[in-house]
């Protein structure tokens, strides 16, 4: 089954403890990407990769980190987690081409207290 | 002027009714627009692809103004179910860019 898969689903967490948040992708698709979801703010952009160690800031990068050695994966870093990092996160992954559908993960709710 | 913009509503509506979206985008190099429903803080799923001038798919519509620079979902005959959130989202290469999402209630 193609799929987006995003775990933790749930983690609470306390200010400054690193934590990482997995992304995998089985599709064999080029871009993936990052988002937060707040109340009344929408999905921003965190971080996105077109390819393989390519990787580009979105619309709210500061915090955290990712990177992209495999095709798959796409895990987001939290150095030291702050409570204005407390969010909904999902991971997309698509094909290259503009006409392309995006696929996302269920979402991590992260809580740092 | 944001990349994407929508109405946040919400938009209240009874069931069987008529009702419309619109995205306003900035990008005029922007080729190809999607609609995706996002359910109670659930994973967006994609509703609707619009390529041209628009796109019909039962009781939605999707249509695409270029020389405006917007997009708009029509959805005929509100079912219950239909109640979420409608996000507009705008591809521009390297990104995908949401619109702020217009959440949607149909009522009894």
């Known amino acids: 089954e193609a799929q987006v898969t995003q775990n933790p689903r749930y983690l609470i967490t306390v200010t400054g403890k690193k934590l990482t948040v997995t992304c995998s992708q089985n599709?064999?698709?080029?871009?993936m990407s990052w988002y937060r979801q707040d109340p009344g703010l929408g999905l921003r952009q965190i971080y996105y990769s077109m390819n393989v160690e390519v990787t580009d800031k979105g619309d709210v990068p500061e915090g955290y980190k990712v990177s992209r050695k495999e095709k798959r994966n796409f895990p987001l870093i939290l150095e030291s987690p702050s409570p204005n990092q407390t969010s909904l996160y999902f991971c997309a992954s698509r094909y290259r081409g503009m006409n392309t559908e995006a696929f996302f993960g269920q979402g991590t709710r992260l809580t740092v207290v | 002027r944001k990349e994407v913009e929508q109405d946040p509503g919400p938009f209240n509506v009874p069931e069987g009714a008529t009702v419309a979206f619109n995205c306003t985008y900035s990008?005029?190099?922007?080729?190809?627009f999607f609609w995706y429903r996002q359910d109670c803080r659930k994973e967006p799923k994609l509703l609707m692809s619009v390529y041209s001038s628009g796109n019909e798919d039962g009781r939605f519509t999707a249509q695409l103004n270029r020389a405006s620079q917007y997009i708009s979902l029509l959805i005929r005959d509100s079912k219950l179910s239909d109640s979420a959130t409608y996000l507009c989202?705008?591809?521009?290469?390297?990104?995908?860019?949401f619109g702020q999402g217009t959440e949607l209630s149909v009522k009894p």
């Open positions: 989202v705008v591809p521009p290469p390297g990104k995908l860019i």
């Open positions: 599709m064999n698709h080029e871009y």
């Open positions: 990008n005029s190099a922007s080729q190809s």
